[in-house]
């Protein structure tokens, strides 16, 4: 029975965090949007304390739970796990924790937490490498579906579908997903939960916390006949059958070993009724297990020949005749960080890197950095969209108070960047004709047009931006007819500022 309510709150909440990233209309996020609050790491990061509190208390209680069931991540293998099961039943064997690989990687991520290093962290959290992986891999898929739907409903006459551009954001992301998700596939397909009990931080921190649990599973050494059927079926490879002991700090109580236990040999009880099931351990001669499946990584290789991933044109013409040349990347001295994020040190101290964000922008703005000092935490560019003032999706789905929440009032009024006019792209100036696209267009009217001949009024009116007004949100840049540079950009604030 704990085993088939595990299995069904498993697969609720892999649905529901697969769908906040595979979802662009924010629909999801209005009913499931809580499922990324209550992920470990983003809890912390956004210093909930009620979550924490949860998480912690519930191991304690419990057991590690919250990788078998809320961590998507963590169910994610046990349904990869469950397909290589199919080849081969019983399949599992224990061996010894990897105490020193995985101590060391939990270091390496206070390290990053305590130093702000936003990127190290996020290679690392589990919900954020699984949120990339559903982002970077399968949405364009969910895309390409959506649009095919969307194609069927314009024939209909339905607006019930409606088509999306694909295009991958950045092939740097994409490279790290689906080698991400390549390693932790062969692990998983191999040997179950090699992930969570050897590398995944979050996982060794509940270990810890989990050895002194007051539930969990024990063996009642008068009723086992040492056969190694529980051993052979625990995923986490935590069970030594011939000691009869079970390594909690690796144990996510999937409840697997107790619906295999033909003995009834194995009970999740309360702790203190240990001490009269458990007797003396006979003694036993530990022997050697081959430890080397756990670490082959031999597989990855194959990514080599399965990285290409169809992407959608992006050509655009004028008129349907003369093609247009696509706009490149400004080289910006400083990035833009998105409303709401206060600026470079917040997003780059909180930021786990796991792409909700980018998933919901419906303006193409945002994307994952490539930038080694900010590297997959969400930038604004201006190429595709501008950031419209009144949406704020990005600070509403936010689970780590990297972008804090702000409404569209708020976000009127920062400035997170300044636009700059770049005197040899504007078409005025460059073809003698007249443009006035960037002023008419300012949000906010913090550009006028100036005659560009002091004191000649007849003369070609070239843009003036008034920096005080200007709240960087990419309008001028995005919509300027200039090819292949804009002839105005934005220059993003380290900080933000109110305007």
């Excluded at 351990?281 to 050697?288: D, G, I, L, Q, S």
């Excluded at 590297?375 to 003032?389: D, K, L, T």
């Excluded at 003698?432 to 002091?454: F, L, T, Y």
């Excluded at 843009?463 to 105005?488: D, M, Q, Y």
Aim: charged share 20%; aromatic share 10%.
């Amino acid at each position: 029975m704990l085993r088939k309510v595990r299995i069904t709150l498993g697969i609720f909440f892999l649905i529901g965090a697969t769908l906040l990233f595979l979802d662009f209309t924010g629909t999801v996020h209005a009913w499931l949007g809580w499922i990324a609050k209550v992920q470990f790491l983003p809890a912390l990061f956004a210093v909930n304390i009620a979550v924490i509190a949860g998480l912690v208390g519930m191991t304690l209680l419990f057991g590690r739970v919250y990788c078998s069931v809320i961590c998507p991540m963590g169910v994610l293998q046990d349904v990869i796990a469950r397909f290589g099961k199919w080849s081969k039943k019983n399949r599992y064997s224990y061996s010894p924790a990897l105490n020193v690989w995985r101590y060391t990687l939990f270091g390496i991520m206070i390290l990053a937490i305590v130093l702000g290093i936003g990127s190290i962290v996020g290679l690392l959290a589990p919900y954020s490498s699984f949120g990339r992986i559903i982002h970077s891999l399968f949405s364009p898929i969910y895309l390409w579906v959506n649009n095919i739907l969307a194609g069927f409903a314009e024939r209909a006459e339905s607006y019930s579908f409606y088509s999306r551009e694909i295009w991958i954001k950045s092939w740097a992301l994409f490279a790290i997903s689906a080698v991400t998700l390549l390693a932790i596939g062969i692990l998983a397909w191999r040997n179950g939960r090699t992930y969570c009990n050897s590398i995944c931080p979050v996982g060794t921190f509940l270990g810890f916390l989990s050895r002194y649990s007051l539930y969990r599973p024990t063996i009642e050494i008068s009723r086992c006949n040492s056969c190694g059927l529980c051993a052979r079926n625990c995923k986490s490879a935590c069970i030594d059958s011939k000691a009869h002991k079970i390594d909690y700090s690796r144990c996510v109580s999937c409840m697997d070993c107790i619906g295999k236990c033909n003995k009834q040999a194995i009970k999740y009880t309360y702790k203190r009724e240990e001490a009269a099931i458990a007797t003396p351990a006979v003694e036993t001669v530990e022997t050697e297990v081959d430890d080397s499946s756990r670490r082959n990584f031999l597989g990855l290789m194959a990514f080599v020949g399965g990285s290409a991933l169809m992407k959608a044109a992006e050509k655009t013409v004028d008129g349907g005749l003369a093609v247009i040349e696509d706009k490149k990347i400004p080289l910006r001295n400083k990035h833009i960080s998105p409303p709401g994020s206060k600026g470079h040190v917040n997003i780059a101290s909180r930021c786990t890197g796991c792409q909700l964000c980018v998933t919901v922008c419906p303006n193409h703005v945002l994307r994952p950095s490539g930038n080694l000092e900010n590297f997959m935490h969400p930038v604004a560019s201006y190429e595709r969209g501008y950031c419209r003032p009144e949406c704020t999706k990005c600070s509403e789905v936010c689970p780590t108070g990297a972008i804090q929440r702000i409404d569209p009032a708020e976000k009127s009024a920062i400035q997170i960047g300044r636009a700059q006019w770049v005197k040899e792209n504007c078409i005025p100036l460059t073809d003698e004709v007249a443009c006035g696209n960037c002023a008419r267009h300012c949000p906010v009217e913090a550009i006028q047009m100036v005659a560009s001949v002091k004191g000649d009024e007849e003369s070609l009116k070239i843009p003036a931006v008034n920096t005080e007004k200007c709240i960087g949100c990419g309008a001028c840049e995005n919509l300027c007819p200039s090819r292949p540079f804009s002839a105005i950009y934005v220059e993003g604030n380290e900080t933000h500022r109110v305007v």
